[in-house]
């Protein structure tokens, strides 16, 4: 590993995301220093704008959903901005930060690393007092109210990385973080459409842009620390990765059956509603597993490429190069 005799642990080449032209930048773009929190001055009309958006709900213009009217459309894509906004605040607290702290208290970081972790950690407690204050607010403008489940396949990914202890256990907290940082900027790149209402997709852009400089930051932590890992620790991150992407690649059909049956679809129809989801992501699951699921590492003998491939649970797919743990995810926004 890279971690010294005196706890130091060594990020080779990383480079701080927020550096500008030599000057430190986060000041000037992170959403905490440099905006206003979101705050809701107009109305919602259900007749004109979306409260998610549409080409991520398409189930909810399906027509069993559209013959009960535009409240009924509303209502469904509430259920995913619900779920967005209360997932989001266990999502940074349980796994990003956790992360961030085991890191932070548990090694001598250099500098560069130091600083930029510290900042993600301030974006990311930020962004959970962003989302619970916007999410009274939204109830208070529509009318609906928020939505709050238990996240059993979140309560599920939680417990398979704390199960980690000891040694391990930044690694593994660490190896979800880099997974989820990456998922939800590309999420957030097409949650923020002009059909979406205004200040909807204003705290989505602001969230997609703080997300950008954090899966940057992820990015370059990952391509320093993975050829420095052992065969044991590699292993970690063969364990938790796959695991993490399916748990972020697959849809929460129970929450979006419970949305459906809210506003009187019956079983039947729900499964017609829902039938049109499942084969579509499954296929999108297996071509992201083929593209991401396999980790490269360099081998520090002899400089060869080392290919680890790792499956992604019920996908089958063992093959492809990784985009999360790899170089040519986009950098600095």
């Not at 403008?141 to 040694?167: A, M």
């Not at 204003?202 to 997300?211: F, K, N, T, V």
Request: glycine content about 6%.
């Amino acid at each position: 590993m890279m971690v010294t005799e005196n706890g130091s642990m060594h990020f080779a080449d990383y480079l701080s995301v927020y550096r500008d032209d030599g000057e430190d930048s986060w000041d000037r773009h992170a959403v905490v220093r440099s905006k206003q929190r979101v705050s809701i001055d107009e109305r919602f009309d259900l007749g004109r704008s979306h409260l998610f958006s549409p080409s991520l709900t398409e189930f909810a213009d399906h027509r069993h959903v559209a013959d009960l009217g535009p409240e009924a459309i509303a209502r469904v894509r509430w259920g995913r901005l619900s779920d967005y906004l209360l997932r989001t605040e266990r999502v940074e607290i349980e796994i990003v930060n956790r992360a961030l702290a085991l890191l932070l208290t548990g090694f001598d970081l250099p500098r560069a690393s130091k600083a930029d972790l510290l900042k993600i950690y301030t974006d990311e407690g930020y962004h959970v007092l962003m989302m619970s204050e916007f999410g009274y607010e939204l109830q208070e403008v529509t009318g609906f109210k928020l939505v709050r489940r238990t996240f059993q396949d979140l309560n599920d990914l939680v417990s398979e990385v704390n199960r980690f202890s000891g040694d391990d256990a930044w690694l593994a907290a660490t190896t979800c973080a880099i997974v989820t940082e990456t998922l939800i900027s590309g999420t957030l790149r097409k949650a923020a459409d002009e059909k979406v209402f205004g200040p909807v997709r204003a705290i989505l852009s602001d969230h997609a842009r703080d997300e950008s400089y954090h899966h940057a930051s992820f990015s370059r932590l990952a391509k320093s620390l993975i050829p420095c890992l052992s065969r044991r620790e590699l292993e970690v991150v063969e364990y938790v990765a796959p695991i993490a992407l399916h748990n972020f690649l697959t849809p929460d059909l129970k929450n979006i059956c419970e949305d459906l049956t809210s506003v009187g679809l019956a079983d039947s129809q729900i499964e017609e509603v829902t039938g049109s989801l499942v084969d579509p992501i499954r296929s999108h699951a297996a071509l992201l597993s083929a593209s991401v699921a396999t980790l490269c590492a360099q081998n520090r003998g002899n400089g060869a490429e080392r290919t680890v491939p790792m499956r992604i649970p019920g996908s089958g797919s063992r093959c492809g190069h990784s985009h999360i743990f790899g170089v040519s995810q986009r950098d600095v926004p």
